[in-house]
């Protein structure tokens, strides 16, 4: 397995499981005590983004770059970029007070429906690898 890939696959399942983590162990309330490990899985969901964005880079010069000049699954790449970069900027506006968008979505709210999306967008782009490979194997043999 290329090293690209294992750091994709360390980046995103730590990313998201800290995220799920974080959104589950949050209090609703800002003035309510927080969970003794909201700290430790802050910094770690921020480590993991750290590394998810450095591989982001690494996947825009080399995997997107290649995919794009051969016009293969644009609708899946466009949706990805536009969610992570949903992601970098609604992650921001997390570090500050709980102002909402409307009376009925927060900045939190937004992060994660976005991270789900993101989640959501990455399994149909796998799935789409592998049934493709899996065809064109099937063509090859028969």
């Not at 995220?19 to 490990?37: K, R």
Request: proline share 4%.
């Amino acid at each position: 397995m290329k090293w690209s890939r294992i750091l994709l696959w360390l980046s995103v399942l730590g990313v998201a499981a800290t995220g799920v983590a974080l959104y589950l162990l949050t209090p609703e309330d800002e003035w309510a005590i927080p969970h003794p490990l909201n700290g430790t899985l802050r910094m770690a969901h921020g480590w993991f983004m750290l590394l998810a964005l450095l591989v982001l880079g690494a996947f825009l010069s080399e995997h997107v770059r290649k995919k794009w000049r051969k016009l293969a699954k644009h609708p899946d790449g466009v949706a990805h970029l536009i969610v992570w970069f949903g992601l970098i900027i609604s992650g921001g506006f997390l570090y500050y007070p709980s102002e909402t968008l409307s009376a009925f979505i927060t900045m939190k709210a937004v992060h994660w429906y976005l991270g789900l999306g993101l989640i959501a967008i990455f399994i149909i782009h796998l799935g789409r690898y592998y049934l493709g490979k899996q065809t064109s194997v099937k063509s090859r043999t028969h």
